[in-house]
């Protein structure tokens, strides 16, 4: 953990460099490096908030995935660090152990898994249930917009980094296409999917004496099922590839997982898939629970997970509301957390800073920064989402030469044409912290560049800090 401000003088020796001097340093190497004039920084002393550096402080810029510091925030301030998320089975259970409808509502789990409906499925086993007439799929806890704002601006794009959000969500919604060879030279590859039941499958994959796999997938939402049409060749003697995918109608996807996980354990009965309220009220049977919110929130800092990142937004918003969680709904509440922090200029369209849209000045995201190190209530919770440098996360491979491990933790961004970095740097004694900003737009084709800018600035700071 980064060390903490502390409550009283801090006897730890100033550093012999001084604020000109480091600020000399940091304008230098920006001049340098011509992106000055695309770029804004902004270097706070986290002790006593005094500006260090700037440099366009305040003209907002495409954070990219920057817009997750603002989102982690939010969410250990508006949930608080121990908040678990619930999702629940109801069901009256007959004499015969038949079911006429179970229930399955969620409330925003981002990690839910099939595994977790496997285990639940079980439970529904030993509590006597042998037949299942309805699945009955509740995601009211969420508003029906499944795509957060600014995704459509990639209406093609069916990567899983662009998953869609909803209230009951398995497996971050995105499921893994596997193919693997047939038995001889031109034989149908096999091809394997987890819950068969939500694809309506073609395919027209052979088996090729060599080469590499070569797999054209089209996709496209058939009602309750989503169209899976295959071309290609797989070569004879590989092992097969795997290919992961968004999920297009992520309720009709939970249904079915939750219909695969019944007919494993044998469950029989119709298992009819139904999205929407439940008719009746049914006791709950079963309640799981995810990890608690700080956990969850290591893969919205140290991965940079956009699916995490857009889901803990619109709980925030369910839990403000009280009524279906939206995107609108956790901005309006980070807007507010700004406001508190003192920090102004930010303009959030979704939580994760995917596309075009978002707009932060940096010296907002710095003043937030120093904000959440001083609550003493979240400050471990909040640095240790962030990722280190030299160590984990999406900075595991950056800053690694540096001779005191651990003391830079930040989050990145990137984009086409924007690399950003934002985070702390610490010092010898608990004083000692630096809170800074950078945010670099219009890049494209220098993302390189850009990049190795900032970590040079990041040095700058920690031979001012450690000289």
Partial sequence: MLPSIALADDPTPVPTQTKEQ?????AELIQKSGLGGSMGAVVLDAWSGARLYTLTPETPRNPASNMKLITAATALVELGPEHRLRTTM?????????????VLRGEGDPSLAFEDLLAMAQRLVDYGVREVDEIVVDGSYFDDQILPPAFEQQPREIAAFRAAVSALSVDRNAFELRVAPGPGIDAPANVILRCPDHFALESA???????????????????????????????????????????????????????????SLHIAGALRVRIGLPTSTPPVLLTHESAPVSSLLQRVGKSSDNFYAEMLLKVVGAE??????????????????LKRAGATGATMVNGSGLFKGGAVAPDTLARLLVFMLREPALRPEYLSQLAVAGVDGTLGSRLSDLKHPRIVRAKTGTLDDVVALSGYVAGPGPSRTLAFSFLINGCAGKQSLARSLVDDLVRAMVAYLWS
């Fill in 90 to 102: 109801a069901a009256s259970i007959g004499p015969d152990g038949r079911v006429p409808a179970l």
């Fill in 320 to 337: 403000a509301s009280k009524q279906p969680g939206s995107s609108a709904g956790g901005i309006a509440r980070a807007q507010a957390l």
């Fill in 22 to 26: 480091l600020a000399s340093r940091l």
């Fill in 205 to 263: 994959i052979k088996t090729s004496p060599s080469g590499a796999p070569h797999v054209i997938a089209v996709q496209k939402q058939r009602g309750d099922e989503l169209g899976l049409r295959l071309t290609g060749t797989m070569p004879l003697g590989v092992r097969g590839a795997g290919y992961e995918r968004r999920i297009e109608s992520p309720l009709h996807y939970a249904g079915h997982c939750m219909k695969s996980a019944l007919r």
